[in-house]
């Protein structure tokens, strides 16, 4: 009965993603389909990745309107396991929390968080394509005392994904073709330390506010630009002598 309703959801979800539609409806119906197959805790949290730098460009959780400024910059600057850049560059493409810390997962900062929002259990899946290309990621949780995610779970988002990727990658240049860019001049920001806009040039609220899950009047930065953020201070912390991470803000 279990094959029988993942074979169903996945002929499914092949289906919502040929579909011309916004990238939320897809992920709104997509999680509905994944539900009934792979049963998860509160709404999992979909992101979509620039296939080249595999940098986070957006995240969704209906529920979670607000995600962390931190959370989304550690995913690229601080040391954790089960980070999504590790698993889209990983040959399985999935792995849980639990996995990636044999078991115990209570020194993993983003098992903590988890925690804090009554989750326990974490599985991240990489979106790919059947040719690599990873244009997005997908989390999926269990509060405490669920089962674990096991075997047969994994190799259903495995074989899942790739159609996940399809859709997401269809939703955006749907996006692309019902509301174009137009060309303007670039902006620069400087954030603080705590990940909030310290200076900005001239035209860059207009960038902000069009780039996904930004609301920049609202002091809310899309997360792009945190986990390019992240990503950049990283890099520089890696050409000087050790300090505190803060102060190179």
């Not at 929390?97 to 900062?109: F, K, L, N, Q």
């Amino acid at each position: 009965m279990g094959e029988n309703r993942k074979q169903r959801a996945i002929e499914k979800i092949a289906s919502l993603s040929a579909e011309p539609q916004s990238l939320v409806t897809f992920w709104g119906q997509a999680s509905e389909v994944l539900k009934t197959a792979i049963p998860y805790y509160s709404y999992p949290c979909w992101y979509t990745l620039d296939p080249a730098s595999l940098l986070i460009t957006s995240h969704y959780n209906p529920y979670m309107p607000t995600f962390p400024a931190e959370s989304l910059a550690l995913e690229y600057y601080g040391d954790d396991v089960n980070k999504i850049v590790d698993v889209a560059r990983s040959q399985s493409g999935v792995s849980t929390v639990h996995d990636a810390t044999g078991g115990d997962p209570r020194g993993s900062p983003r098992w903590q968080a988890n925690m804090e929002m009554g989750g326990d259990q974490e599985m991240v899946a990489a979106l790919r394509t059947r040719t690599g290309e990873s244009w997005g990621a997908l989390g999926l949780y269990r509060e405490p005392g669920q089962p674990m995610f096991d075997e047969t779970d994994k190799r259903f988002v495995q074989h899942v994904a790739p159609y996940l990727a399809d859709g997401a990658r269809r939703s955006l240049l749907f996006g692309e073709a019902t509301e174009p860019e137009t060309p303007h001049a670039p902006g620069l920001l400087v954030l603080s330390k705590d990940w909030k806009v310290q200076s900005s040039t001239p035209g860059v609220d207009r960038w902000l506010e069009d780039l996904p899950d930004g609301e920049a009047h609202a002091g809310r930065l899309p997360s792009v630009v945190l986990t390019v953020a992240g990503q950049a201070l990283r890099s520089v912390n890696s050409t000087r002598p050790a300090r505190s991470p803060w102060h190179a803000c």
